[in-house]
T-cell receptor
Framework: GESVGLHLPTLSVQEGDNSIINCAYSNSASDYFIWYKQESGKGPQFIIDIRSNMDKRQGQRVTVLLNKTVKHLSLQIAATQPGDSAVYFCAEGRDKIIFGKGTRLHILP | EPEVTQTPSHQVTQMGQEVILRCVPISNHLYFYWYRQILGQKVEFLVSFYNNEISEKSEIFDDQFSVERPDGSNFTLKIRSTKLEDSAMYFC????????????FGPGTRLTVL
């Protein structure tokens, strides 16, 4: 079965609102998670990562939350901008990265 | 800012032909990877490479695939006899260290097998 997976294939958010993209994983032993952004025609771009000894990590306008009890992580994007429009992947793995299916984020004007 | 580059951006080939996809990783990176993404699907790990040898490979990476670091800058993926199902975007990635290090991805090569 799939080790990481996203809940929604698409998400539409009003510009300026916060976006929350969710992801579930199945392997309790997973200890490293990454969020990637992929714009059309480009390769995946690292956004933020988190290790399993943490439950929250913040970057610039992004926050990742990890709930090991329910094996769930989320990516929060504050004040969503048109440039945030992309496909977002959650992934896990210290060496080889196992990607989940993406969520396409649409920004509504 | 240093980046991973890949050539060509698009490769069209006939089924059964050999293709070589080229990558130039970031210069001080030591770990190299190939991933592929079939249209509309998720990104899949193919192979990792360190110290001039394969560290790990997936079940996709069968005997038709090989990787090489022919000189100090290039990292190549060869598919010996392409099949229709090899059509995909192929991404090269590199990282300065192994575990827990950020992997930087190139822009990809779109391989179309006819």
């Amino acid at each position: 079965g799939e080790s990481v997976g996203l809940h929604l294939p698409t998400l539409s958010v009003q510009e300026g609102d916060n976006s929350i993209i969710n992801c579930a994983y199945s392997n309790s032993a997973s200890d490293y998670f990454i969020w990637y952004k992929q714009e059309s025609g480009k390769g995946p771009q690292f956004i933020i990562d988190i290790r399993s000894n943490m439950d929250k990590r913040q970057g610039q306008r992004v926050t990742v939350l990890l709930n090991k009890t329910v094996k769930h992580l989320s990516l929060q994007i504050a004040a969503t901008q048109p440039g945030d429009s992309a496909v977002y992947f959650c992934a896990e793995g210290r060496d080889k990265i196992i990607f989940g299916k993406g969520t396409r984020l649409h920004i509504l004007p | 800012e240093p980046e991973v580059t890949q050539t060509p951006s698009h490769q069209v080939t006939q089924m059964g032909q050999e293709v070589i996809l080229r990558c130039v990783p970031i210069s001080n990176h030591l770990y190299f990877y190939w991933y592929r993404q079939i249209l509309g699907q998720k990104v899949e790990f193919l192979v990792s490479f360190y110290n001039n040898e394969i560290s790990e490979k997936s079940e996709i990476f069968d005997d038709q695939f090989s990787v090489e670091r022919p000189d100090g800058s290039n990292f190549t993926l060869k598919i010996r006899s392409t099949k229709l199902e090899d059509s995909a975007m192929y991404f090269c990635a590199s990282s300065v260290g192994g575990s827990y290090n950020e992997q930087f991805f190139g822009p990809g090569t779109r391989l179309t097998v006819l």
